[in-house]
C-alpha cells in the first residue's frame, strides 16, 4: 500500500502532469462546492415551500444537488482546458543541445516530453469564461439551478463594475485633478477621509435593485424567476380565487382576484394567521 501511495504522490508531484491534473482538481473542486451549496439550500427550500410526498421532495433535492455540482464540474474542467489550451498556442520550443565552455566534451541538453507553456493573455480568462459559460449554462433548455447560478454570477458582476467605475472617477488625470474631489468622495464613503480611491457603489446598487424587483412583481411578475416570485408572493401578495355560481345563467364562473395590492402583513383575523399561518 505504501508503494501505491508513493507512486500515486510521484505522479501528483510530476511538472509535467501538472495542467493536466489542474483540471481534473478543478472538476473535483466544482463538484464538492456545487454539491456543499446547493444541498442545504435545497433541503430548506423544498421543505418549506414544495409539496409532495417525502420521497418526492428528496427526489427534488437529489436532482437539483445532482445538476448544480455537475455543471459546477463541468464549467471548472472546461474552463482550466480552455486556459491550457490557449497558452499551448504561444509554448515555446525545448532548447537545442548545447556545448560547455572549454575544451571539455560536448554535452547535450535533452529535450522535456513537452514544450514549455507560453504566458497568459490578459483576456484568456474572458474567453475561457465565454466559452465554458456557453457551453454549461448558455445552450439549449435553462432549468431553474442554471439560471440561479448565471443571476448570481450577473449580480456580482455588475456591483463589481460599478465599483470599478467609480474607481476610474477617481483617477486623476495629468494635473493631479481627480472629476471628484476628496470632499465630495469623503461624503460619499460615509464621511471617511482616508485618501482611498473609492466610492462605495452598494447603496444604488441595492436600492436600484430592490426597486426594479418590485416593480417587476408588481406589473410584470411572469418575468420574475418561479422561485423568487413564489418568495415574493408569500411575503407581500395574497392570492386567492373562488368559484362561484351566477345563478340565472346556468354557467360556472370562476374568479380569479389577484389583489396585488392585498398584503398579508397588513391582514388578520385571529391569532392562528397573525402568529402561526400567513392565510
Not at 547535450?108 to 504566458?119: E, I, M, V, Y
Request: aromatic share 12%; charged share 15%; glycine share 8%.
Amino acid at each position: 500500500m505504501d508503494k501505491i501511495t508513493t507512486r500515486v504522490n510521484e505522479i501528483l508531484l510530476d511538472p509535467r502532469n501538472a495542467s493536466t491534473l489542474a483540471i481534473v482538481k478543478a472538476a473535483r473542486n466544482g463538484l464538492v462546492y456545487g454539491a456543499k451549496v446547493r444541498f442545504p439550500h435545497a433541503l430548506v427550500m423544498v421543505f418549506l415551500f414544495r409539496t409532495g410526498t417525502v420521497a418526492d421532495k428528496l427526489r427534488l433535492i437529489l436532482r437539483a444537488t445532482r445538476q448544480h455540482a455537475r455543471n459546477l464540474a463541468i464549467y471548472a474542467s472546461l474552463y482550466k482546458f480552455t486556459l491550457y489550451m490557449l497558452r499551448t498556442t504561444r509554448s515555446t520550443p525545448s532548447l537545442p543541445a548545447t556545448s560547455s565552455a572549454g575544451s571539455g566534451p560536448l554535452q547535450l541538453s535533452l529535450p522535456s516530453t513537452a514544450p514549455k507553456l507560453g504566458r497568459e493573455a490578459r483576456y484568456d480568462t474572458f474567453l475561457a469564461g465565454l466559452i465554458g459559460g456557453y457551453v454549461v449554462f448558455g445552450r439549449g433548455s435553462q432549468s431553474s439551478v442554471n439560471q440561479q447560478i448565471t443571476i448570481y454570477v450577473f449580480a456580482r458582476v455588475v456591483l463589481a463594475l460599478a465599483k470599478l467605475a467609480s474607481s476610474m472617477l477617481l483617477q486623476p488625470d495629468a494635473g493631479g485633478n481627480t472629476p471628484i474631489t476628496m470632499e465630495k468622495k469623503g461624503e460619499m464613503t460615509g464621511g471617511r477621509r482616508d485618501g482611498k480611491n473609492t466610492i462605495n457603489a452598494w447603496p444604488l446598487f441595492a436600492s436600484l435593485s430592490w426597486a426594479a424587483v418590485m416593480h417587476l412583481f408588481r406589473w410584470n411578475p411572469e418575468t420574475l424567476q418561479p422561485s423568487l416570485r413564489s418568495s415574493m408572493r408569500y411575503m407581500y401578495v395574497w392570492f386567492f380565487s373562488l368559484h362561484g355560481r351566477v345563478t340565472g345563467l346556468g354557467t360556472d364562473w370562476v374568479f380569479a382576484f389577484v389583489l396585488c395590492s392585498y398584503s398579508n402583513a397588513d391582514h388578520w383575523d385571529g391569532i392562528r394567521n397573525f402568529l402561526f399561518h400567513n392565510q
